[in-house]
């Protein structure tokens, strides 16, 4: 911070010179407007609630339009199903039920949204990650083992534990996680995320199912395989 506020303070001054001759004075203010624009932050929200709504008369709000506070009513805010096991019946034994800003319209502009993971017996949810949004897990039935892997600068360090119900772990934004279950018995747990649409990359489908594929070649040097086995994967994970 000490060195940050040294450069501020000679930008400053180096503007205020600048500001002297009237010629310069347009790219004086506009300097002044990028300096006080780095130094500020999201600012508080300055409504009630912005409740989501497909309609071009209204206000745009966080990539969404809100909807008339008159006609907003306690539905914009409920969802009902949670209770509901997901159908784990899947090449990877795993089934997200997504509670975002596509389901409850009321979370539009309040950084959160929440999950539940089923998982059937040694089912995973494969690594992925979610590029806007960091993620909380608390698992209420079964056994896990969970983890995540830090980035280039950490040396790609590998966090991970095995969960039992109870257990609580943290997923940063943007890091590659998994989970996997490790019991004989289907396993549930209830993750909250950061963010009204968090997203998520799923690794393998991403890499090797890209539309249109990636070239065989880059991704051969880049994993170390043969280019019949990248073209091989491509097939089983492509549109």
Known sequence: ?????????????????????????????????????????????????????????????NGRFCK??????????????????????????????????????????????LVRIDYAPYGQNPPHTHPRGSEILVLVKGTLYVGFVSSNQDNNRLFAKVLQPGDVFVFPIGMIHFQVNVGRVPAVAFAGLSSQNAGVITIANAVFGSNPPINPEVLARAFQLDPYIVKELQARFGP
Not at 4 to 21: A, C, D, F, G, P
Not at 27 to 53: G, K
Request: proline fraction near 7%.
């Open 1 to 61: 911070m000490p060195h940050k506020q040294h450069t501020y303070n000679k930008i400053r001054e180096s503007l205020i010179k600048m500001m002297v001759s009237q010629s310069l004075i347009p790219i004086a203010i506009l300097a002044l407007a990028i300096i006080f624009s780095v130094n500020a932050y999201d600012p508080s929200p300055l409504q009630d609630f912005c409740v989501a709504i497909d309609d071009l008369n209204g206000v745009f709000v």
């Open 68 to 113: 008339d506070p008159v006609q907003v009513n306690a539905e914009d805010f409920f969802f009902s199903g949670l209770n509901v096991p997901g159908n784990t019946d899947n090449q990877v034994g795993s089934n997200v039920t997504t509670v975002n800003v596509d389901q409850i319209p009321g979370l539009n502009t309040m950084g959160i949204s």
